[in-house]
Nanobody, 125 residues
Framework: QLQLVESGGDLVQPGGSLRLSCEAS????????IGWIRQAPGKEREQVSC????????QYRDSVKGRFTVSRDNTKNTAYLQMNDLKPEDTGIYYC??????????????????WGQGTQVTVSS
């Protein structure tokens, strides 16, 4: 079993930055594509970014393009989501998830096999 633990969520002002981490244990993360999915209050869950097993391929939802950067370090069994120029609409619980298959599209509700518990991101002045 693969266990995922997110960290790095916080309260930040608009325009600020955060770096989320997703640390894996139990299995080697290098076999899995990673997705970052957020759940905003009162809204449906949406995938904001994903990264392939090697890190060669990445995808971003239009609303975060140019502001968010997904990366991974398989030697540390960890994936990251760097979030810059944060906006109030970025507020939500951010989950990392893992699957053996890389999503066809970031806009799909991908059926990831493993999920973390989530970390809260609040963007407010």
């Amino acid at each position: 079993q693969l266990q995922l633990v997110e960290s790095g969520g916080d309260l930040v002002q608009p325009g600020g930055s955060l770096r989320l981490s997703c640390e894996a244990s139990g299995l080697s993360l290098e076999r899995y594509a990673i997705g970052w999915i957020r759940q905003a209050p009162g809204k449906e869950r949406e995938q904001v970014s994903c990264i392939s097993q090697s890190g060669t391929h990445t995808q971003y939802r239009d609303s975060v393009k140019g502001r968010f950067t997904v990366s991974r370090d398989n030697t540390k069994n960890t994936a990251y989501l760097q979030m810059n120029d944060l906006k109030p609409e970025d507020t939500g619980i951010y989950y990392c998830a893992a699957d053996l298959l890389y999503p066809d599209s970031v806009n799909l509700e991908w059926q990831y096999d493993y999920w973390g518990q989530g970390t809260q991101v609040t963007v407010s002045s």
